[in-house]
Nanobody, 121 residues
């Protein structure tokens, strides 16, 4: 049974930091690209950050580049999202995603249940 279980969300003040974790099971974690998406109320789900299976290449949404860092530990089947200098507009439900690239096209395979991040004073 495939599972992606996010943790680490919560309420934080503007300028603060949070670290999200996503523990994967039920598939070969090291073979999958891993991504973080987010969805704010009334908005579409958007890609925040992605890291390839070997951890060698990452990409970020323009809105978070320089503030967020995605990383993975293949020995622990876990992907992380370190979020610094948080802003109220970062408030959203954050989702963990696993997928693969074929011919330069990304195909999503599995989703987590999401964790709420709220940035407010």
């Amino acid at each position: 049974q495939v599972q992606l279980v996010e943790s680490g969300g919560g309420l934080v003040q503007p300028g603060g930091s949070l670290r999200l974790s996503c523990l994967a099971s039920g598939f070969t974690f090291r073979e999958r690209a891993m991504s973080w998406y987010r969805q704010a109320p009334g908005k579409e789900r958007e890609l925040v950050a992605r890291i390839l299976s070997n951890g060698g290449v990452t990409n970020y949404a323009d809105s978070v580049r320089g503030r967020f860092t995605v990383s993975r530990d293949n020995a622990k089947n876990t992907v992380y999202l370190q979020m610094n200098s948080l802003k109220p507009e970062d408030t959203a439900v954050y989702y963990c995603n696993a997928g693969s690239y074929f011919s330069y096209t990304y195909y999503s395979a599995y989703w987590g249940q999401g964790t709420q991040v709220t940035v407010s004073s």
